[in-house]
């Protein structure tokens, strides 16, 4: 793709760098057959390609973003499937990232989208606010019909997700978990913001496969949020505040008693850690230790399936559909590794129909765009329980919330079902299914 920035332009890194991607684009196309909302919508401006084009023209201009541009990439769910599409290497994720960033600062939304979108930034990221919003929530999730009724879609889709029940305290961080047996590593867990509220029970189960399995486990005192949420919602100053904060805390324990691998158990997270050397390479201070970082991060599936043969206890021979995140598949190129571990433990794991599409979760996706990610919802939800499964299996807690609230199958992360395998309880989800 031809592209015409001026020098002084290209003087910024970042426009050098949209522009690298932008003529990396030859529009063939094939990414308008795997992205969901071109699926969905048959809008060329609702494909990678249709975008690509907005971005050229907004970016090229230099001039702010228009309302039009703003819808289409609104509506991009970055599960990044394009990526994984396209012959030609188009890095769509840091184009579309730089576009997001370009649209919060040029482009002024009505008051009650920037409210809501505050909303989310401000209470997403912080566990206690998170928990706070969250059981607001659960009491007023009966007045969700009320929502969509009065127009207002969005805070209708915010208390369909709403959890059922109250939720505990966050668990704290800067804990450390001793190896059982002869010590074979020390690894650092991110402890997440959402995860950390809505699934606690996620991180305790891969705590106790990896110290089962030999490894001391450390919560870096400090952590916090990847910045993956107001990475994605373009707020790129409070992102990058959140990775500075990460990098600081895990490069501490790098520096110190040494990590062999940082995991996460949230694939959302996962991939944007390990692109923290990229988000701060522009950062003197910071550079170095983020790409330090970055290249110590694992998905937790990646990291126990690097491990061989697990410590394998009797456990029903369930049959298990895999829902594979996009930020796991697209993301981070991650596909057979958490199946295999599961097979491995007598596990039957099948693949659904489409598994490249997403099932429209996509951070906060499900509540900014609810119509369009309820009809990818119903979509992935049919082609999973066409499989007939006894559980679904999703490593990433956005899937796992977004799939269960329209299915009465129990949603389960891998490594719960890991955890049980290997000598731990069964599952917080499956022990409350009906």
């Not at 800067?174 to 402890?191: I, Q």
């Not at 692109?275 to 990291?303: C, N, Q, S, W």
């Not at 049959?319 to 598949?329: E, F, I, K, R």
């Amino acid at each position: 793709m031809r592209t015409e920035f001026s020098l002084a332009r290209l003087a910024d890194p970042a426009i050098a760098e949209a522009d690298a991607i932008l003529r990396a684009c030859v529009h063939c196309g094939f990414c308008t057959a795997t992205c969901p909302t071109y699926v969905l919508l048959g809008d060329e401006l609702d494909s990678p390609r249709g975008r690509i084009y907005l971005i050229k023209d907004m970016l090229e201009g230099d001039r702010p973003a228009v309302a039009e541009e703003v819808k289409h990439l609104d509506r991009c769910l970055s599960c990044l499937s394009c990526m994984t599409t396209c012959p030609s290497g188009v890095h769509y994720m840091h184009l579309v990232d730089h576009a997001r960033a370009h649209v919060e600062k040029t482009f002024r939304r009505p008051w009650h989208q920037r409210a809501l979108r505050t909303l989310l930034a401000r209470t997403i990221p912080n566990p206690s606010l998170f928990r706070i919003a969250s059981a607001g929530a659960t009491l007023a999730k009966p007045l969700a019909p009320l929502f969509d009724r009065l127009g207002l879609p969005q805070l209708a889709a915010m208390l369909r997700l709403a959890p059922a029940r109250m939720l505990p305290s966050p668990a704290p961080s800067g804990r450390v978990f001793a190896a059982e047996g002869p010590r074979r590593g020390r690894v650092g867990l991110l402890s997440g913001c959402v995860q950390r509220v809505l699934s606690p029970a996620v991180n305790e189960a891969a705590i106790r496969v990896l110290t089962r399995h030999g490894f001391e486990v450390v919560l870096p005192d400090g952590e916090a949020c990847c910045g993956s949420v107001t990475h994605h919602m373009g707020e790129e100053d409070r992102a990058l505040s959140a990775v500075r904060v990460n990098v600081t805390a895990f490069a501490a324990e790098l520096d110190g008693a040494g990590l062999d691998a940082i995991i996460s158990t949230a694939s959302g997270c996962g991939t944007t850690m390990k692109d923290y050397g990229h988000m701060l390479r522009t950062d003197p201070a910071f550079a170095e230790p983020a790409a330090r970082v970055a290249a110590k991060v694992r998905d937790i599936g990646e990291f126990l399936h690097g491990l061989g043969s697990l410590n394998r206890v009797p456990t029903p021979a369930l049959t298990v559909a895999y829902q594979a995140p996009c930020s796991l598949q697209h993301g981070q190129k991650i596909v057979r590794e958490p199946k295999d571990v599961l097979a491995r433990l007598g596990f039957v794991v099948r693949d659904p129909a489409e598994p490249h599409l997403c099932c429209g979760s996509a951070g906060t996706y499900n509540i900014l765009q609810p119509e369009i990610a309820g009809r990818l919802r119903a979509r992935k939800i049919a082609n999973l329980e066409a499989l007939a499964p006894d559980v679904i299996a999703a490593g990433n807690i956005g899937c796992i919330t977004q799939i269960a609230a329209g299915t009465a199958i129990p949603v389960v992360h891998p490594v719960e079902l890991v955890d049980w395998a290997t000598g731990g309880p069964p599952p917080a989800g499956w022990r409350s299914a009906p």
